[in-house]
C-alpha cells in the first residue's frame, strides 16, 4: 500500500488506437497515446490500481499508480571509443603530425 | 457552451482557447485572401527593443560571451585553399540562465504572461524551451506547465528528452510526458482550457522578438572584438524562431549585408509522428524534420499565424549529417575546451565547411550554443544510438543513413555543408499558402513576395504553374 502524500508518477491512455489522429503512420496509429504525470497521492492505493494525484501546480489527474519516488534513470551510455579516436585526429592534426 | 473534452471538440475549440491563452486576437491582422500583416502583428505584441533588454538582463538572460575559436579555424585552415579560412567565432547562448537561447523566448513570454495577470504558463516542447519556460516561471513566481512528446511505445524514453523533463523539474514545473504523436496538441489545448494559463509560444510574437537581442548582441560583439562587422552569421534552423528573431535584430542596428545561414541536421527518411522512428534519431531538435516543413508553412505551429518566418530573412540553407555534428562537438571540447550539446553545434559543423569557402580575413559567426549533460550529451546520444542498432563508424558522412547509421568523418575534409535549393523552398511555401485558392489580389501578391522573399515575377511565375490567377 502507498500512502496518501506519497510522491508517485502515474500513467493513462489519453486516446486509444481507434481514437486517434487520421494521417499517422501505421506504427503510431495501432498503439494508443500515453501520458505520464507525477504528483502527491491523494488517498492510500496499491501499486497497478487507479489513482489520484495532485500535481505541483495543484491539478487533479487520475490514472494507474505506476512508481511511489520516481527517479531519474538518464546518464552518459555505455563507452564509445570513437570519441577518444576524434580527439586523437583532430589535436594531431593541428599540431601537424598527422602522419604519425 | 460545449464541454465536451473529445479529441474533435477540443480541436474544434482550438481558436477560442488560442485566443484566451495568448491574449491576442491574430483575425484583426488578417488581409484578403491569404496575407496577414506581419509587422503590425510583430509591433503591437511586443516591447520596444531597449526595454526587452533590459528585461532580459534583470532575468539572467542576455550579454552572453563571444569567442573566438581560433584552433577550430587554425584546423579548418589546414584544408582551406591558401588564403582562405574565415575566423570562426560562437556565440556562447548556453551562459544563459537555463543553458540555451530559449531562455530569450521564454523571459518575454514570461513577462507578458505576469503582466496580463495569469497565474501560470504552459509550453509544449520536448526540448531547451522547457527549461527556460521553467527557469523563468520561476523567477516571475508562476506556475508552469510542461508537455512533452518523450516515450514510445514501448516506454523508452529519448535521454536528451528525460533529461529535459529533470531540468524542468529542477526549476519546479510540472512535467506531462506523452507518448509519440501530434495529438501532444489535443493535451496542450486541455491543458490551457483546463488551467486558464498563458499559451507561451514558442511562436507568439514575444517569443520570436526576444531572440532579437541576440541578432544585435553578435553584431555588438563582433565590433568590439575585431573592429568588423561579421560577414556570415549562421543560425541552427528547426521551427524557425532562432532564425527569423536573430535575423530582425541583426537588421535593427545594421543595414551591412551579412549573409544569414540556416542549418539543420539531416534526417530524411525518419518520420517525425512514427513510433518507430522516435528513437532512432539522435537529435530531437535542430533537423530537417522540422526545418523544412516549418519554413514552408510557418502557420502549422501551435498559434494561429507564427511569429518565426525563417524564409523571410534567409540567404542560405545548409545541412549536415549527424556523425558531422558529433565530430564537431567533440573537436569543440578537445581544441576549444569548450563541452556543449550537440543540437546547438549543427550550426558549428556547418561553419567549419563554409569558413573554408571564406577569405581568411572574413568573419563567420555562429549563434549559439547549449548546455550539455547526462543523457543530452554527445556520448550519451551515440551510445543511445549504438543500443538501439545503429551503427556507427568512421567513413564519409555523405554516406549516412538516418535511422541506420552515424558517419563520423575520417577526413576532417569530409565534413561538408550541403546547400538545400532555396527556391524549391519558396514554390513549396507558395504552393501551401496557396492550397485552397484559385485567384489572389494585389496584397497577397505583396504577401508572398515578403514571405519568400522573392520578387514579385518570382510569386506571378509559380502561381501560373499552379493555374492561380491574381488580380492586375
Given at each position: 500500500m502507498i500512502l496518501k502524500g506519497s510522491w508517485v508518477q502515474i500513467h493513462k491512455i489519453v486516446l486509444t488506437s481507434t481514437e486517434r489522429a487520421t494521417q499517422l503512420p501505421e506504427e503510431t496509429k495501432k498503439v494508443p497515446l500515453e501520458m505520464w504525470t507525477k504528483g502527491f497521492l491523494l488517498a492510500d492505493c496499491d501499486l497497478g490500481q487507479t489513482a489520484k494525484i495532485e500535481t505541483l501546480t495543484g491539478r487533479h489527474e487520475t490514472g494507474t499508480l505506476l512508481t511511489v519516488n520516481p527517479y531519474y534513470k538518464h546518464h552518459y551510455g555505455e563507452f564509445v571509443g570513437e570519441i577518444l579516436t576524434i580527439d586523437k585526429m583532430v589535436k594531431s592534426l593541428l599540431a601537424g603530425d598527422s602522419n604519425e | 457552451m460545449n464541454n465536451s473534452m473529445d479529441y474533435q471538440?477540443?480541436?474544434?475549440?482550438?481558436?477560442?482557447?488560442?485566443?484566451?491563452?495568448?491574449?491576442?486576437?491574430?483575425?484583426?491582422?488578417?488581409?484578403?485572401?491569404?496575407?496577414?500583416?506581419?509587422?503590425r502583428m510583430m509591433l503591437e505584441n511586443s516591447y520596444p527593443f531597449e526595454l526587452v533588454k533590459s528585461i532580459q538582463m534583470d532575468h539572467g538572460v542576455g550579454k552572453t560571451p563571444l569567442k573566438e575559436?581560433?584552433?577550430?579555424?587554425a584546423l579548418a585552415r589546414k584544408i582551406a585553399p591558401i588564403g582562405y579560412g574565415a575566423r570562426i567565432f560562437i556565440k556562447d547562448e548556453a551562459l544563459n540562465d537555463s543553458g540555451s537561447f530559449k531562455a530569450r523566448r521564454a523571459s518575454m513570454a514570461c513577462f507578458q504572461a505576469k503582466k496580463l495577470g495569469y497565474k501560470g504558463v504552459i509550453a509544449a516542447t520536448s526540448g531547451n524551451y522547457g527549461a527556460a519556460v521553467a527557469s523563468q516561471a520561476a523567477k516571475y513566481g508562476l506556475k508552469c506547465i510542461v508537455v512533452q512528446e518523450c516515450y514510445d511505445s514501448s516506454g523508452i524514453g529519448q535521454p536528451e528528452i528525460i533529461e529535459k523533463a529533470r531540468a524542468c523539474e529542477a526549476y519546479g514545473a510540472e512535467v506531462v510526458q506523452l507518448s509519440v504523436g501530434p495529438e501532444l496538441f489535443y493535451v496542450f489545448l486541455k491543458l490551457l482550457e483546463e488551467t486558464g494559463y498563458f499559451n507561451a509560444s514558442l511562436y507568439s510574437p514575444y517569443g520570436v522578438s526576444g531572440i532579437e537581442t541576440l541578432g544585435s548582441e553578435i553584431i555588438e560583439d563582433t565590433l568590439k572584438q575585431t573592429g568588423k562587422y561579421p560577414n556570415k552569421v549562421i543560425v541552427t534552423n528547426a521551427g524557425g524562431g532562432n532564425l527569423t528573431g536573430t535575423a530582425r535584430g541583426i537588421r535593427k542596428i545594421t543595414k551591412q549585408p551579412i549573409e544569414i545561414i540556416g542549418a539543420s541536421v539531416n534526417l530524411t527518411g525518419l518520420h517525425m509522428a512514427s513510433d518507430h522512428d522516435?528513437?532512432?534519431?539522435?537529435?530531437?531538435?535542430?533537423?530537417?524534420?522540422?526545418?523544412?516543413?516549418?519554413?514552408?508553412?510557418?502557420?502549422?505551429?501551435?498559434?494561429?499565424?507564427?511569429?518565426?518566418?525563417?524564409?523571410?530573412?534567409?540567404?542560405?540553407?545548409?545541412?549536415?549529417?549527424?556523425?558531422?555534428?558529433?565530430?564537431?562537438?567533440e573537436a569543440l571540447v578537445a581544441l576549444e575546451g569548450i563541452e556543449r550539446g550537440p543540437a546547438g553545434n549543427i550550426s558549428l559543423a556547418a561553419a567549419f565547411s563554409i569558413a573554408q569557402e571564406m577569405p581568411s580575413e572574413q568573419i563567420i559567426v555562429v549563434q549559439e550554443t547549449e548546455y550539455t549533460g547526462a543523457g543530452k550529451h554527445h556520448q550519451a546520444q551515440l551510445a543511445f544510438a549504438r543500443s538501439n542498432g545503429i551503427d556507427i563508424f568512421f567513413g564519409n558522412p555523405a554516406?549516412?543513413?538516418?535511422?541506420?547509421?552515424?558517419?563520423?568523418?575520417?577526413?576532417?575534409?569530409?565534413?561538408?555543408?550541403?546547400?538545400?535549393?532555396?527556391?524549391?523552398?519558396?514554390?513549396?511555401?507558395?504552393?501551401?499558402?496557396?492550397?485552397s485558392e484559385k485567384t489572389l489580389t494585389v496584397n497577397d501578391l505583396v504577401?508572398?513576395?515578403?514571405?519568400?522573399?522573392?520578387?514579385?515575377d518570382f510569386v506571378k511565375n509559380v502561381l501560373k504553374t499552379l493555374k492561380i490567377s491574381w488580380e492586375e
Open positions: - | 471538440s477540443v480541436l474544434s475549440r482550438r481558436n477560442t482557447i488560442m485566443k484566451n491563452s495568448i491574449g491576442i486576437d491574430y483575425e484583426v491582422y488578417e488581409i484578403d485572401n491569404i496575407a496577414f500583416d506581419y509587422e575559436l581560433k584552433n577550430l579555424t522516435f528513437n532512432r534519431k539522435s537529435f530531437t531538435t535542430g533537423h530537417t524534420g522540422f526545418g523544412i516543413p516549418y519554413m514552408t508553412y510557418p502557420d502549422r505551429s501551435d498559434v494561429p499565424r507564427s511569429a518565426a518566418r525563417p524564409l523571410r530573412y534567409i540567404d542560405r540553407y545548409v545541412t549536415m549529417r549527424q556523425g558531422e555534428v558529433f565530430f564537431m562537438t554516406d549516412e543513413v538516418p535511422g541506420k547509421n552515424i558517419i563520423l568523418p575520417s577526413d576532417i575534409s569530409l565534413i561538408k555543408a550541403v546547400d538545400i535549393d532555396l527556391d524549391k523552398i519558396r514554390i513549396s511555401t507558395i504552393k501551401n499558402l496557396c492550397k504577401f508572398l513576395s515578403e514571405e519568400t522573399k522573392s520578387s514579385l
